[in-house]
């Protein structure tokens, strides 16, 4: 017989502003939320990780290292953040060394099921539901498809 080992959904080490609501089950450890914050269940915040003041993350979504998203933002459910792009052909296997940052501006909603690799991402942007965002975006709108692209200003 192997042997399993349970890792139990956890709330630890977080620096955070008034206001913060966490919803269980969580993987919240090791980063910061601004103030008035609110994370969803089934969520994963991982070391690292800032979140600026009234952002929302949720339900199932996974902001993992090397991410920071601003104020004012929307994260919509089961959004993955990656910061491994499989540059040497496959995962890094714990080579932070080939991990890149993802920075979110401010007022930024990012659409259910979106994926976000490891890019830039300026203020008042909406990113659509479903959308694969693989190149920084340096121009308020709104982005939809895979690979993401520019269709019209948000207003």
């Not at 269940?41 to 009234?54: A, D, H, L, N, W």
Request: aromatic share 8%; glycine share 12%; with cysteine.
């Amino acid at each position: 017989m192997s042997q399993i080992t349970l890792f139990a959904a956890m709330i630890r080490d977080v620096e955070s502003g008034p206001g913060v609501k966490i919803v269980e089950p969580a993987n919240v450890y090791e980063c910061s939320l601004g103030e008035d914050v609110f994370v969803g269940p089934f969520c994963e915040i991982q070391k690292g990780v800032s979140i600026g003041t009234r952002t929302r993350v949720q339900s199932h979504s996974f902001v993992c290292e090397l991410v920071k998203i601003g104020d004012d933002c929307f994260v919509g459910h089961g959004v993955v953040f990656v910061n491994d792009r499989f540059a040497s052909g496959g995962p890094a296997r714990g080579d932070v060394t080939k991990w890149e940052n993802t920075v979110i501006g401010d007022r930024v909603s990012i659409g259910s099921n979106a994926t976000i690799m490891p890019v830039e991402i300026c203020d008042d942007v909406v990113i659509g539901a479903g959308s694969v965002v693989t190149k920084s975006i340096t121009k308020p709108g709104i982005y939809a498809g895979n690979p993401a692209r520019y269709l019209r200003s948000v207003i």
